[in-house]
């Protein structure tokens, strides 16, 4: 089946906001008394707020509730932000070259405040006719729903759609919604080779993803997860 649309992730994908989504939840946790484990950034990794917020504020910290965690860390964010917002390398330009010729969705974990304000900020939330936040769904990645729910805003069947991640639960996510799945690996942060196995195509940067890329794969086995 040929791509007829193209779904981004955010994090990491189009900003390189990992990093700064691990500082400013770690210094949250130390700055109230609690303790960052080992497991906890890959644990977080494809979260909806409510679960994040509900993880830190049930296994991480004492005597904060779910909606204080999740505010504090959303008015971190935000100010960070508002000083800078780390582009990743060639995202811009992979964002005006899609949209050329794909309608263009987007499904990302972050708060829809968050989602607004970094797609106003580069200019291109015009170029986006749907953009799904997991605050608006029931589940979050690994799980298929903000992944369906974008195709279903684009009105094209999740089979017709390409999806670009690069974390493992973002690839089992977009895979579990039966999209063609396109790998951007982030290289601090790099997916379970399990997940990493479900892309149609691993590329090494936003600039390998093209049109002609998405026509080779729409031209080859039909994509496998399904919801």
Known sequence: MSI?????????VLIDTEPVWEDVRRSFVADNGGRWLPDTQERLMGMSTEEWADYLATDLIEGLTAE???YGVIDRMSRRYAEHLPLMPGADEAIRRLAEQ????????????????VLGRLGVDGLFRATVSTEEVDRGKPEPDGYLTAAGRLEVPPEACAAVEDSSNGLRSAYAAGMYVIAVPHPRYPPDEDALALASHVADDLDAVTPELLA???AGPPPGGGA
């Open 4 to 12: 007829r649309a193209v779904v981004f992730d955010l994090d990491g």
């Open 68 to 70: 204080e965690v999740a």
């Open 102 to 117: 794909y309608p263009l969705g987007l499904s990302s974990s972050s708060p829809r405040a968050l989602i607004d304000l």
């Open 216 to 218: 080779k794969i729409g």
